[in-house]
């Protein structure tokens, strides 16, 4: 497939090339953001014992079954138990026990009052007290159940899941310190350019600073994949063809900027031609034409073009969705909302444009979006100060304010349905 294509095509196309990495083990501490390639069992109940949700006084139910204010009834308190000490004892009628948060319940108690509600008649609440209770109680009452949350051997995050910071805790309950997760895809970055200096480097006559490979290795970042980047490559074909051909054997997915169009210059598709097999060469979006995608050695090597916004969106819409499956997410699309413009947006290129632009809340409520004023190419700042992609429909178009247009968020995962 050489023509130019849809980005749904597009997507499905790259899509369709990749799947989930198999797993490794992740400590813990480390797995918050990733996707489970097990189911995880719990080692024991959650929680492991019935325990108080209050501090008060645990006793059974009946006890106090016919207490009114006018007609309390008393109680005595024979102990105290605090988180961490177990009573063992019996609890006789007429009797209670001082409970803390987080302590077990006693065998002979069935409830809990908690302190507030709790007359002190004689002494100080502490075991030799006498208590009085104005009212009666449900029975189960401030008692968390033992196996509440999760039983011994019970799966409690299933394979697929994205374990966020509470699963980490969950998880740690459970006694699951060692977490089998998909891999994180390592993916190597190349820019291409015989212009192109570091950095560091003050650029000399017709030089530019690298950049592309710096947002595309924090785009990689940002999609939880693991980039790695590559020296800067020479237009030259056989300088190119020898970097894909490496990085294709050492990495999961490869990503080269620059030389995706048609100039003299420009070697990506005619590099995965000869390598390999050359899926895709562009796809209709603006920015973000020359675009391609094929298999070298197996691998996924995917030439964005060099002009920064436009390998900026090819790897938002596109890469970013690949990264994301290979890691075992089962979302890959970001959210997206409609809102009104703000400002008329005038297009006569047939490709569906992806204006960088910012969300807001109108004083109505309803979304208002507003493009960046600069909707350059060649520019980074634009979408530094952007929220969302708004989607300008394909073919010659003028919408006025207050026309409604798709917005893709940029900065809301995709676990978020909108
Ligand atoms: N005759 C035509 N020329 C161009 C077309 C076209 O349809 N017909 N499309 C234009 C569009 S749109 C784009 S996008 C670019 C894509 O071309 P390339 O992928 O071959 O990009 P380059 O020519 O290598 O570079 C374009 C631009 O970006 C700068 N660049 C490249 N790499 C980096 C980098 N790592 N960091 C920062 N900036 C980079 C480069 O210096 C150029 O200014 O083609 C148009 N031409
Ligand atoms: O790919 Mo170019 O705009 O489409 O920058």
Redesign the pocket.
């Known amino acids: 497939m050489t023509d130019m294509i849809s980005l749904e095509e597009a997507r499905a196309l790259v899509l369709a090339q990749v799947a989930p990495l198999d797993s490794e083990v992740v400590p813990l501490l480390e797995v918050v953001g990733r996707v489970a390639a097990a189911d995880l069992a719990s080692d024991i109940d959650i929680a492991p014992f019935a325990h108080s949700a209050m501090d008060g006084f645990a006793l059974r139910a009946a006890e106090i079954a016919g207490a009114t204010e006018d007609a309390p009834t008393q109680l005595k308190v024979i102990a105290e138990i605090g988180a961490g000490d177990v009573f063992s004892g019996a609890i006789a009628p007429g009797e209670c026990v001082r409970i803390m948060t987080g302590a077990p319940l006693p065998d002979d108690a069935d409830s809990v009052v908690k302190y507030e509600i709790v007359a002190v008649v004689e002494g100080d609440g502490k075991p030799g007290s006498t208590v009085a209770f104005a009212a009666p109680t449900a029975e189960g009452s401030n008692v968390r159940p033992a196996g509440e949350e999760a039983r011994a051997g019970e799966v409690v995050v299933e394979r697929g899941e994205v374990i966020g910071a509470a699963g980490v805790g969950f998880l740690a309950s459970c006694g699951v310190l060692e977490v089998p997760a998909y891999r994180r895809p390592r993916v190597a970055i190349i820019?291409?350019?015989s212009?192109?200096v570091p950095p560091d480097q003050v650029p000399g006559p017709g030089q530019?600073?690298?950049?592309?490979?710096y947002a595309m290795a924090a785009c990689a970042q940002e999609a939880g994949a693991v980039p790695v980047v590559l020296p800067?490559v020479a237009?030259t074909f056989e300088a190119l063809r020898d970097a894909v051909d490496a990085a294709s054997r050492a990495y999961d997915f490869v990503v080269t900027?620059?030389?995706?169009?048609?100039?003299d210059?420009?070697f990506?598709k005619p590099v995965v031609d000869e390598l390999g097999d050359l899926l895709m060469t562009s796809v209709n979006m603006?920015?973000?034409?020359?675009q391609t995608f094929g298999l070298v050695n197996g691998t996924p090597v995917f030439?964005?073009?060099?002009?920064?916004a436009?390998?900026y969106c090819g790897f938002e819409l596109i890469i970013r969705a690949a990264l994301r499956k290979m890691q075992g997410f089962a979302h890959v699309d970001r959210p997206t909302v409609r809102a009104r413009l703000t400002a008329p947006v005038r297009k006569k290129d047939v490709r569906r444009l992806f204006s960088r632009s910012t969300l807001t809340r109108a004083a109505d409520g309803a979304f208002e979006v507003t493009p960046a004023k600069n909707q350059s190419?060649?520019l980074f700042g634009p979408i530094q100060k952007s929220n969302c992609l708004a989607s300008i429909p394909e073919g010659p178009q003028m919408l006025e304010p207050g026309d409604e247009v798709e917005c893709i968020l940029l900065d809301v995962s995709e676990e978020v349905p909108l």
């Open positions: 820019a291409t350019g212009e192109l530019i600073r690298n950049s592309n490979s800067i237009d900027t620059g030389g995706a169009a048609n100039g210059f420009d990506i603006r920015p973000g034409k020359a030439g964005l073009p060099g002009n920064p436009a390998a190419s060649g």
